[in-house]
């Protein structure tokens, strides 16, 4: 089947300094990409997404990169927070998977104080 | 405010014993589906709905059933619940199949079935 994957399971990052979070994907046919937070406890929740049309997309603090020649996709999170600490998700979807989502496995982002 | 609302949070219940866990959104949204969550598998999707009256399944539908009577209802059904069921689940809902604007999910259930 598919994958989207995570490089890393857990990233540690300095308080207010910059994180990025990475995926890989592995179907060249995909054509819409989210990212979720999901904090302890709480569901999934939408940050931003990125049609395949697109290689950057920038929200309030969060930018996400897709490089299709790679197959990659990045989350950058500016100044990161002691609030930014939860699982980050990647997913992907396309007409061909009949747009479900297909999850990667998380990241764990731990700010350090 | 906008939501999906998912109950109960908690559930324990025993082998067999039939449950309903409903899930309910607020957003005229067309598109729902029901997720389960389990340590090192990630997000799975156990079914989904397009619209009313129309589903499908996922990835991992086995041992569940659904129904999409109403658009904003979309209850997940365990006819006879056993321990491997045991898990996270999630109802999520979005404006279209694409997931335009971005998937809502619930609060999640958590179930233990013994």
């Known amino acids: 089947g598919e994958n989207v994957g995570l490089h890393l399971p857990t990233l540690s990052v300095q308080e207010g300094d910059n994180s990025i979070i990475n995926c890989a994907y592995s179907n060249s046919a995909s054509d819409y990409f989210i990212w979720y937070k999901q904090e302890s406890g709480k569901g999934p929740q939408f940050i931003i997404d990125?049609?395949?049309n697109m290689d950057k997309r920038q929200g309030q603090r969060v930018t996400v990169l897709l490089n299709k020649t790679v197959k990659h996709l990045s989350l950058q999170i500016a100044a990161t927070q002691p609030g930014d600490s939860a699982v980050y998700f990647c997913?992907?979807?396309?007409?061909?998977?009949?747009?479900?989502?297909?999850w990667g496995a998380g990241t764990k982002l731990i700010i350090k104080p | 405010e906008a939501q999906v609302t998912q109950n109960p949070r908690y559930l324990i219940t025993v082998t067999g014993k039939k449950l309903t866990v409903t899930c309910s959104q607020n957003m005229n949204h067309e598109y729902m589906s029901w997720y389960r969550q389990d340590p090192g598998l990630g997000l799975r999707q156990i079914y989904y709905?397009?619209?009313?009256?129309?589903?499908d399944k996922g990835d991992v539908p086995e041992g569940y059933k659904v129904s999409r009577k109403e658009k904003r209802n979309f209850p997940l059904i365990l006819e006879s619940p056993s321990p491997n069921q045991t898990s996270l689940y999630f109802c999520?809902?979005?404006?279209?199949?694409?997931?335009?604007?971005?998937?809502?999910f619930g609060s999640g259930t958590r179930l233990t079935v013994v």
């Open positions: 990125i049609r395949s």
């Open positions: 709905s397009m619209n009313v009256e129309v589903t």
């Open positions: 997913a992907e979807t396309s007409y061909y998977s009949n747009y479900q989502l297909i």
């Open positions: 999520a809902s979005s404006l279209d199949r694409d997931g335009d604007y971005g998937y809502t």
